[in-house]
């Protein structure tokens, strides 16, 4: 990577934290307020997370489930 190209990933960060760190400073809600919005959406996160790895596990023990019968029933031919 060259020098340039570091320069302006660095850039893009700093200006990232910095508006970020602005945008709660200078949000209109207090800072409890904000602090619970923030651990509301995340909580929604993990929750959505878990739902969908919930959702895939289950998917996954069908196809086990189903490959498991096929084998045992003899259907697939080598």
Same mark, same amino acid.
């Not at 996160?45 to 490959?67: P, Y």
């Given at each position: 990577m060259s020098k340039q190209s570091g320069n302006v990933i660095l850039g893009t960060l700093v200006g990232a934290a910095v508006g970020f760190a602005a945008g $709660? @400073? @200078?949000?209109? =809600? *207090?800072? #409890? !307020?904000?602090? %619970? @919005? @923030?651990?509301d959406k995340a909580n929604e =996160? #993990? !929750? =959505? $997370? %878990? !739902?969908?790895? %919930? &959702?895939?596990? =289950? *998917?996954? &023990? +069908?196809? #086990? +489930? *189903?490959?498991e019968r096929v084998i045992k029933n003899g259907s697939v031919k080598a």
């Open positions: $709660i @400073l @200078l949000a209109p =809600a *207090s800072g #409890k !307020d904000t602090r %619970n @919005l @923030l651990g =996160a #993990k !929750d =959505a $997370i %878990n !739902d969908a790895a %919930n &959702k895939t596990i =289950a *998917s996954l &023990k +069908e196809v #086990k +489930e *189903s490959a």
